[in-house]
């Protein structure tokens, strides 16, 4: 078990650029999770994933933002137009039942 | 409604004491989840315990308890026998089972503790 993991771990990146995360889950958990935490909040749901569906969408999460899992294992995460609001930390979790597992995320600085 | 409410901001508890971090939800779900994840330093989110709603018993994981009053809607997490390890952000969580609420989880704002040797 090599548990979640994200890359990249850091990502500046001017605003107005394009950026895109990666998730790989722990391989046998069909669900996926994005989310969004920024300095002192808990994390806030983005988008989940059923396999390679993705089930839900939080109204937080803007056209820019695109979310996808293709054949249910990695997921990517892109950001388009990035602006300095979208500096936080991205984190990613896989669920097989109950429990979330967390990758140790990707924190984005747009400059 | 969905919420989570942590209402700690920050807490000190000595080395080897015990310590509760509260927590209360909002939810008309009659199904539910509650979790407890710790956030060190690094950032990585550490799961911690789980208690279900129709769990009759309080969740235990090692040092950890579920303190669960369902008619308070309360998820206190107890850690007994601080040690200086457990000084950490920590997060209480919510996950409805409702079909009308999906699969999203809620998190509160987190509680700050600190372990003073």
């Known amino acids: 078990d090599t548990g979640v993991s994200q890359n990249p771990r850091h990502k500046i990146t001017k605003r107005g650029q394009n950026v895109t995360f990666r998730c790989d889950p722990i391989?046998?958990?069909?669900?996926l999770y994005w989310y969004r935490q920024t300095l002192g909040q808990g994390p806030e749901f983005l988008t989940y994933f059923q396999n390679e569906a993705q089930l839900e969408k939080s109204r937080l999460l803007s056209d820019r933002f695109s979310a996808e899992r293709p054949k249910g294992s990695f997921s990517t995460l892109e950001i388009q137009r990035t602006e300095q609001g979208d500096s936080a930390m991205y984190l990613c979790a896989s669920s097989l039942v109950y429990e979330q597992y967390f990758g140790p995320g990707t924190r984005l600085t747009v400059t | 409604a969905q919420k989570i409410t942590q209402t700690q901001p920050g807490m000190f508890v000595q080395e080897k004491e015990a310590v509760t971090l509260d927590c209360t939800y909002d939810?008309?779900?009659?199904?539910?989840?509650l979790f407890w994840y710790k956030q060190p330093s690094s950032g990585e989110m550490i799961f911690l315990i789980y208690q279900g709603s129709y769990d009759q018993q309080n969740a235990t994981e090692g040092r950890y308890s579920l303190n669960f009053q369902k008619a308070r809607k309360s998820a206190n997490l107890v850690i007994s026998a601080s040690q200086l390890g457990d000084s950490a952000m920590y997060f209480c969580a919510m996950r409805p089972r409702g079909s009308n609420t999906g699969n999203q989880f809620y998190f509160g704002t987190g509680t700050s503790l600190t372990v003073i040797p």
């Open positions: 391989s046998e958990h069909n669900r």
């Open positions: 939810t008309s779900d009659p199904s539910y989840g």
